[in-house]
């Protein structure tokens, strides 16, 4: 084999455990496929837009000294150094001369721990959302914040993993279980939100029902602005609280189907997470209603808050209804219960 030949299979070999090692991090998938997308060098840069002769300039957006490639925007420009010079030590004596970007994820996920390429992987992509957003008239995101963040995506992620875990040990994923009232006495409230790409609101959703399954109240709320799924679940959940407390209830089931939010207000711990410092808030308002519960709901299960939450999100709509509800989830509420419904049309 010739010479070039046998560093061509290095690099192969080198390629394929470095596939290896993105796959296996523990990181939401949206993270593993953009450095994957940015291994391959497929990422609408400018330098790749002029190559497809979509555009004249290629010229970094952001500083306007060099081509934007790849390596440029995620590690070489001023705006990505800063960046990197906020988050952990290891991954900044990585500097790398690379000309492609996988060289510099190669030495990398060579050179640092498991929680290094997390943020690796975190930082890289909000880099690149970053750039979008300046592309598209956006504010240009401190790098302080964005390295905040991306340690608090990860934190989130593995919650969320950790709880799962749990549940599949104690077998609560697997159970078949339908929407069950609340004890004798007591109402309960199941909440949910909802968002889509490209609206500018988010929809959230509320039932209360009694022990008969009689609904009590139902909810439709929006709230301007793009939360992260289990932060826009928390929010939920004050909402769904604070509609209690308007209505002066004292014995209320809180149901949910965000096992984070859930795990969040249920723990004694302070937790400095979005999450965790939103349920100090929905915490604190509970401290007012005499007797109160929180517990998980598997999704398929929370279909009638679910549904109210799409309604609000389709709608732009915020009504609350009492003693009646509207018609889009008469059919959930009425196989969940078996008492005549003051249903609205
Ligand atoms: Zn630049």
Same mark, same amino acid.
């Given at each position: 084999m010739e010479a070039s030949g046998l560093a061509e299979t290095s690099i192969r070999q080198e390629n394929s455990s470095v596939w290896k090692a993105i796959w296996n991090l523990k990181v939401p998938n949206v993270e593993k496929n953009f450095l994957w997308r940015a291994c391959h060098d497929i990422l609408p840069s400018r330098v790749n837009l002029k190559k497809k002769k979509i555009i004249e300039d290629p010229s970094c957006p952001l500083c306007g000294r060099e081509q934007e490639t790849t390596v440029h925007i995620l590690w070489q420009c001023p705006s990505a150094m800063d960046a990197w010079s906020v988050g952990s030590t290891r991954l900044q004596k990585c500097q790398t001369n690379g000309l492609d970007f996988i060289q510099i994820v190669v030495e990398v996920f060579n050179k640092c721990s498991q929680e290094d390429l997390k943020m690796f992987a975190g930082i890289s992509r909000r880099l690149w959302l970053r750039r979008n957003e300046v592309v598209h008239g956006g #504010?240009?995101?401190?790098?302080?914040?964005?390295?905040?963040?991306?340690?608090?995506?990860i934190q989130d992620f593995s919650k969320a993993h950790e709880v799962e875990q749990q549940c599949q040990a104690t077998g609560e994923l697997g159970m078949s279980r339908n929407w069950e009232p609340p004890e004798r006495g007591w109402v309960k409230i199941n909440w949910d939100?909802?968002?889509?790409?490209?609206?500018?609101?988010?929809?959230?959703? #509320?039932?209360?029902?009694?022990?008969q399954g009689n609904v009590v109240a139902a909810k439709c709320s929006t709230m301007v602005g793009n939360l992260e799924a289990s932060v826009a679940e928390a929010r939920g959940a004050l909402l769904a609280v604070h509609l209690c407390k308007n209505l002066g209830l004292n014995w209320v089931h809180l149901e949910g189907d965000a096992q984070v939010v859930i795990k969040a207000v249920n723990s004694p711990e302070v937790d400095w997470s979005d999450v965790g410092l939103m349920a100090a808030d929905i915490k604190k308002e509970l401290q007012s209603i005499r007797h109160w519960r929180l517990s998980f709901i598997r999704r398929e299960r929370n279909s009638a808050a679910h549904t109210l939450a799409q309604l609000a999100l389709n709608n732009y709509m915020d009504q609350t209804w009492l003693n009646e509800f509207p018609a889009c989830i008469s059919q959930i509420v009425n196989t969940e219960c078996t008492t005549p419904r003051n249903v609205l049309n």
């Open positions: #504010v240009f995101l401190h790098p302080n914040t964005l390295v905040q963040q991306s340690a608090i995506a939100a909802s968002c889509a790409k490209g609206k500018g609101w988010m929809g959230y959703g #509320v039932l209360i029902r009694d022990d």
